[in-house]
């Protein structure tokens, strides 16, 4: 399917408010569809770049994200003690044998994160009693407030869950986006990665997020051959011979007569 939207195959679809849209429009406003386009190809990644993925989106060491089990879409969990919902559904799940992980994604346009959903996903989780037994990250991806803001919502989270919660993390998309373009540059992926990677790549352009690895950067610093007035090409200038040309235009059958026809 999403070969078929980025080769505008995919055809239209009516929406609730009667009119009528590209699947490509509606790819780009869904947040569930960019959750699947991108997080359903991770199960087929390699071990190895699994772990660089979740090591480099989560700036850790450890745990070593390498033992992948599987990956659970809008999971349904209880939320108990809450009066105003009761259930919870967080985008994903990343199962590895020595840790969980949840992800709240948001696109680039959709609505904002915010810190209550954070909160009911989490605790959610855990009254599941569903491998809590294991280290639990949280994930924010897309949309996330600023720095500060961030921080404060982080103290309050850990505080709130304390031991239970190993980690709170946000990121923005772009970000994301360059931690597969660096990944790709290297010798870890394998041919079967690069293939998954690029169709994450082109699932990004769609969020017209930065898919290429070159910048101006990479233009200003390459080693370029000068050019200047002592190249070659000026000390040697191409020589016409204007006789030659003289001679041939006067042989041509052309008068003001000719001219005048072609006025009219």
């Known amino acids: 399917m999403l070969q078929a939207i980025l080769h505008g195959k995919a055809g239209r679809i009516d929406t609730d408010e009667g009119e009528s849209q590209s699947w490509r429009e509606v790819f780009k406003q869904r947040e569930d569809l960019m959750t699947a386009a991108v997080f359903g190809r991770f199960a087929y990644l390699s071990a190895p770049v699994q772990s660089y993925l979740m090591q480099s989106w989560l700036g850790v060491t450890e745990p070593a994200f390498d033992d992948f089990e599987t990956i659970d879409f809008w999971s349904n969990y209880d939320l108990e003690n809450n009066h105003n919902q009761k259930r919870v559904e967080p985008d994903v799940v990343l199962r590895f044998k020595t840790a969980n992980v949840i992800i709240e994604v948001k696109p680039p346009a959709g609505g904002d994160q915010y810190k209550d959903q954070w909160q009911r996903e989490i605790e959610a989780f855990l009254q599941s009693d569903e491998q809590t037994h294991l280290p639990l990250y949280f994930v924010a991806l897309g949309r996330i407030p600023n720095k500060q803001t961030s921080e404060q919502w982080f103290t309050e989270l850990q505080d709130e869950f304390k031991e239970k919660l190993s980690g709170i993390y946000a990121l923005e998309w772009q970000p994301v986006v360059n931690t597969l373009l660096e990944l790709k540059k290297g010798e870890l992926p394998n041919v079967q ?32 051959p000068k050019l200047s007035l002592e190249h070659l090409l000026f000390k040697n200038p191409i020589k016409t011979n204007w006789d030659e040309l003289l001679n041939y235009t006067q042989q041509l059958p052309l008068s003001l007569k000719d001219i005048t026809a072609w006025k009219k």
């Open 193 to 224: 990665d690069r293939r998954v990677i690029d169709d994450i790549l082109q699932a990004a352009q769609l969020y017209h997020l930065k898919t290429s690895g070159y910048g101006w950067d990479a233009l200003l610093n390459a080693s370029l």
